[in-house]
Structures are given as C-alpha cells and as structure tokens.
C-alpha cells in the first residue's frame, strides 16, 4: 500500500474508524426505529380518536337529548379511548381517563367542562352543533338538532419511546357527525374549521 | 492488526504485509456492516408492514360495524371482513390473493372478529389459518363495540433479510387490532 501518509500514523486508524462507522450505524438505527415507531403510534391514536368521535356521536344522535344522555355519550367515547391500546400498551390512553371525565359536567351548556385548544390539543370530548357549511362546530346551542350533532374527541398522548427513553408527544383529533339522512342512520367523520365555545 | 503490533513487537508486519491486513479487516469489518444494514432495512419494512396491517384492520373494523351483526349471521361478518382486510394487503402487495381471500389468507392470515351488543361476556368469530398464539378475551371490550385483530406471518409480509445470520421468522407473526363502535342498523 503506497500513500502520503508513513506508516507510524496508520496505527489505531482502523480502530478509529470501526469505532466511528459503529457509533454512526446505531445512530442511524436508532433514528429509523425511532422514527417508524412515532409513525406506527400516529397512526394507531389516529385510529382511536376517529372511533371514540363516532362512538360519541352515535350515541347521541339518534337519543332525546337530555343532559344524561349526553353524559352517556361523552362516556361511551371515553370508553373507547381507554379501552384502546397503543403499540399493545392500554396503560397511556388509560390515564386519559381523568382528563377526559372531566371535561364533562351536566351543568353546562351541552355538558361541555373543558372548551377545546387548537393548538397544543388538550384533553376533552366536546359536543355541539355542527354547521356542515361552515364546518364549525358550536358547542353554545341547545338543544341540538339531531341532524347537527357532532361529538369532537380530541387528546395529546406521551408516549416514552422504547428505543430512545425520550418522551414524545402525539395529538389527535376528530369529529363525527350523526348522519339520520344515511340508510342505515350512523354516524360519519367530517373536516373541521373552528370550534365555538364559551368557557 | 495494529492493536497486536503494539503490544507484540515479535508479530511486526512487513510493509508488503499491508495487503494481508487491509484484507483482513475487510473479511472482518464487511460482515457486520452488511448486517447493520440488513437490520435497519428490516426494521423498516417491519414497521411499514406494521402500519399497512393496521390499516387492513381498520378497513375491515369499519366495514364490519357497519354491518349486520355477527348475531344474525356471524359468517358472513368474518367473511366480509377477511374480504377488506384481504383487499388492503392485496393492495399493499402482501396478499396473493387478488380476486378474494384465498389460498394465502387461508395458510397466512389469522382473523378474530370479537363483538360485544349486549352480551355482557362477548362472543368470538375466528376465521382463517389456525396460529392464533393468544388475543385478548372479548369480554374486555366495551359494550356496543366491535374488535378486529389480524394475525399475520411476518415471513410474508417482510423479506427475509437476517435469516443468513441465524435470525429465522419462522412462526412469528404480526398483528393489528382495532376497536370499533358500532355504526350499522340497530
């Protein structure tokens, strides 16, 4: 091997370089599964706050509305959150379980506790009026039309990643719509602009 | 090699020796990056197989609550959701079978279809491929809610990239569940 450098300073270069192509491969690896995992958990929490809204709504929408049977609705969607798992895990969503009761009291307008965030999502199930036009959900009209109403489950999940240690936080949000007109009647997801809501 | 030049003056190698060494390195170097490589390559199709399983069993968590309940006819519920779940992984190029589920959803494909209306214990449809190894009990799931779990054989839906370094995929699996309420006629 003929090259510039004496032969002296190629001592330990191969080692230098094991050492850093290796700290390198884990790196990469660790970011792929990193990565492939917060999409597979994006993915799954997607799912899940897609179903809790449909749940909700199809337990509103078909009943006399009345503040218990809004009571029922909101648990019926919480349910589903928290019997859900993520990744095999039940015990995240489970401890959602606080949050999202919470935003539930009969006394309000719609029994709406907690007005939802928009940007960072915090924790609620929120019910109200759904314009289909405007796609704004208003949560200050009662009572609700049965053609109008629209549930909206939204949370943020931390979820400690299994190969880094690090928290990561996922948000998810939907809303579903009781749709009588559909043959059967059930509930359906629709887009949303904005919310409406008087803390 | 250079480690042993340090330490052992005895073993000294000759400049023309050089060869030899870079040689060696290689025959030692190149299998574990080719494995690093096949592992990050492997990981990554497992967890895009993960994300395409899941969304087989939110297709066929949908379809079948929307439809009649297995009560009433719970074939026809497994089939119908065997059927969408099958269409998602033929779609995804995972499932042979492109003109409905098959051969290859017989031999590959577990499907647990758990359902609970007003039943406070719940009921099981299982269909296809017997290698189910546990699921969870349908009496865990809240009530008016649907439950689709796929079994799938990881072998068929990532490629075999490790099992020249003594990682087989023999008799492991994927799976993805879904729970879904209730969304049809009453």
Redesign the interface.
């Known amino acids: 091997m003929k090259s510039g450098v004496p032969k002296s300073t190629r001592k330990g270069a191969a080692l230098v370089w094991l050492v850093g192509s290796a700290a390198l491969v884990v790196s990469a690896m660790t970011m792929v599964l990193e990565v492939g995992w917060l999409n597979l958990c994006r993915s799954e929490v997607r799912v899940i706050v897609e179903n809790a809204a449909l749940a909700g709504a199809r337990s509103w929408g078909p009943a006399a509305d009345s503040a218990a049977v809004r009571t029922v609705a909101k648990q019926v969607a919480i349910q589903l959150v928290t019997s859900s798992t993520v990744e095999g895990s039940n015990s995240e969503l489970a401890a959602l379980e606080g949050a999202l009761n919470a935003s539930n009291d009969e006394d309000e307008t719609n029994n709406n506790a907690v007005c939802p965030a928009a940007t960072v999502l915090n924790t609620t199930v929120f019910l109200g009026e759904f314009d289909a036009s405007t796609c704004v959900l208003d949560g200050t009209v009662t009572p609700v039309a049965a053609a109008d109403r629209g549930c909206l489950v939204q949370f943020t999940l931390t979820l400690v990643s299994p190969f880094t240690g690090l928290s990561r936080s996922v948000q998810a949000r939907a809303l579903a719509l009781w749709d009588p007109a559909a043959s059967p009647a059930r509930s359906r997801l629709v887009s949303l602009t904005s919310v409406t809501c008087v803390p | ?3 042993v ?2 330490h052992d003056k005895r073993l000294r190698i000759s ?1 023309g020796g ?2 030899g060494a ?1 040689a060696l ?1 290689l025959v030692v ?1 190149v299998p ?2 080719v494995f ?1 490589l096949m ?2 390559v492997h ?2 199709e ?3 197989a ?2 395409l399983l ?2 087989a069993a ?1 297709a066929a ?1 949908r379809s079948a609550a ?1 439809s009649a309940r297995s009560s009433a006819n719970a074939t026809a519920l497994v089939s119908g959701v065997t059927t969408v779940a099958n269409t998602v992984l033929a779609a995804g190029g995972i499932s042979s079978d492109s003109s409905g589920p098959g051969a290859w959803c017989d031999a590959h494909m577990q499907v647990v279809v758990q359902e609970r209306v007003s039943n406070p214990t719940g009921s099981e449809d299982v269909g296809g491929y017997e290698f189910i190894l546990s699921a969870p009990p349908a009496s ?3 009530v ?2 649907i439950r689709v779990t796929l079994f799938v054989r990881q072998s068929e839906m990532v490629p075999d990239l490790l099992s020249g370094f003594g990682f087989s995929m023999t008799g492991k699996y994927l799976q993805a ?9 009453p």
Not at chain 2, 177 to 185: A, D, E, K, T
């Open positions: 090699m250079i480690l030049e340090n400049p050089y060869r870079v390195e170097v574990v990056l690093s592992f990050i990981v990554g497992s967890l895009s993960a994300v899941h969304q939110n968590a929307e865990e799931i809240p008016e809610t569940s879904v729970l879904q309420p209730w969304n049809g006629s």
